[in-house]
């Protein structure tokens, strides 16, 4: 059975920082890419970043303007998202995504295997 299991988030100020792991059990995490979606009350869930099953590449939402990195550590089975200089409009749920099947990577329904989700909160 896989299990995607989410720690960090939280409380920040605007301009701070925060980091978000998951932890993936279960399945070969190494070889697939994976991802972090956020979610905000009735609005759909929208792709933040993803990152190859090799690390090579990544890939961002426009918006981010630079501040997240989205990185991963195979010997732990870990993904992380390394965020800074937050912004109120970061506020929301976020969940690691992994076992990807391929297709545009921004799409929830791309993904097999979620956490099960960290809220950040960012006060101006």
């Known amino acids: 059975q896989v299990q995607a299991v989410q720690s960090g988030g939280g409380l920040a100020q605007a301009g701070g920082s925060l980091r978000l792991s998951c932890t993936v059990s279960?399945?070969?995490?190494?070889?697939?890419?994976a991802a972090w979606f956020r979610q905000t009350p009735g609005e759909e869930r929208e792709g933040v970043a993803c990152?190859?099953?090799?690390?090579?590449?990544?890939s961002y939402i426009d918006t981010l303007k630079g501040r997240f990195t989205i990185s991963r550590d195979d010997a732990k089975s870990a993904l992380y998202l390394q965020m800074n200089n937050l912004e109120p409009e970061d506020t929301g749920m976020y969940y690691c995504?992994?076992?990807?099947?391929?297709?545009?990577?921004?799409?929830?329904?791309?993904?097999?295997?979620w956490g099960q989700g960290t809220q950040v909160t960012v006060s101006s």
């Open positions: 279960g399945q070969p995490f190494r070889a697939y890419a």
């Open positions: 995504a992994a076992g990807w099947r391929g297709g545009d990577w921004y799409r929830p329904t791309e993904y097999d295997y």
């Open positions: 990152i190859t099953f090799n690390g090579n590449i990544t």
